[in-house]
């Protein structure tokens, strides 16, 4: 039986073979509106819409997505977490604001009373982790303090994209992942912030063929036949590994490899499977 398998990539990945479609395929502009256009058809927009965004390509979707808003009868209002744009986002910026989007600024936010909708654009999967500071906490606390629908786009920001460590995230009710599942969006600390989640492809030509999505279901025929199972916390402990910068797909390759075994490492809603010759990650929240 043919299965079409969903990928789940690094980070690393995904810059190159955004870089590689840019250069040979698709502009950066048309993938940003390509980007909103995945995250507007992935949610039901109705009432009143925020934007909140940051000053990368993550806010630029977010300028983008105000102006697919309102060609579609919605016009929301945006709010800036710190100065400076990208390219491509100042364009959608000034585009957004030509057609009517409204801006307020990030001081009036109020935990967004009066929204039915929070769209979080601060943080993209170029955020390495560490500490948040600034404008940048100021709109993700009051991100978390709204009693609105949350949807983030392509990661919950504040989430380290390759590792899935926060110190502080975005507490999405939806996140809608762009071009690729990262591997970040199921591991640490990531479950915890993700009510469901949903991949938006985008045109993005993939480089490398790294991992892939399974359901959840089927993560119970992995664990007999010897397979060696553990908690995440077990594991790092048992192979001294930081969970900060630990490259946990690639070392369970390795594992599984050289001890001809079946590696399970899992939390209470995701789990990393190394199959001899796959790696496979899913979760609860994650449609495939």
Not at 43 to 71: E, H, M, Q, S, W
Not at 189 to 201: C, K, L, Q, T
Not at 206 to 235: P, R, T
């Amino acid at each position: 039986m043919y299965m079409n398998f969903q990928r789940v990539v690094s980070v690393e990945n995904m810059r190159k073979s955004d870089a590689h479609t840019i250069s040979c395929h698709t502009s950066s502009r048309q993938l940003m509106m390509n980007a909103a256009q995945g995250i507007f058809d992935s949610v039901r927009f109705t009432g009143r819409v925020a934007i909140v965004c940051g000053k990368g390509n993550n806010g630029g979707d977010g300028y983008a997505l105000a102006c697919v808003l309102i060609n579609n009868g919605i016009t929301p209002t945006i709010f800036r977490a710190g100065s400076g744009f990208s390219e491509d986002g100042l364009y959608y910026y000034k585009a957004a604001l030509s057609l009517g989007a409204e801006e307020q600024p990030l001081s009036l936010a109020n935990g967004f009373t009066g929204f039915d909708i929070v769209v979080d654009c601060l943080l993209g999967t170029g955020f390495s982790g560490g500490e948040v500071k600034g404008e940048i906490r100021q709109a993700i606390e009051e991100i978390n303090s709204t009693n609105a629908f949350v949807v983030s786009a392509d990661i919950n920001s504040g989430l380290n994209g390759d590792t899935g460590v926060a110190q502080i995230a975005v507490n999405s009710d939806l996140t809608v992942s762009i071009g690729s599942y990262k591997t970040g969006l199921f591991l640490n600390d990531a479950p915890y912030y993700i009510d469901s989640m949903v991949n938006a492809d985008i045109g993005i030509h993939m480089l490398d063929e790294e991992y892939k999505l399974i359901d959840y279901s089927l993560l119970h025929m992995f664990e007999g036949y010897e397979s060696v199972v553990m908690s995440f916390e077990e594991f790092y402990e048992k192979y001294h590994l930081d969970r900060n910068d630990c490259k946990i797909a690639e070392i369970l390759e390795e594992l599984s490899a050289s001890e001809r075994k079946t590696f399970v490492v899992k939390s209470s809603h995701s789990a990393v499977i190394a199959d001899l010759k796959y790696i496979y990650f899913c979760s609860d929240y994650a449609k495939v």
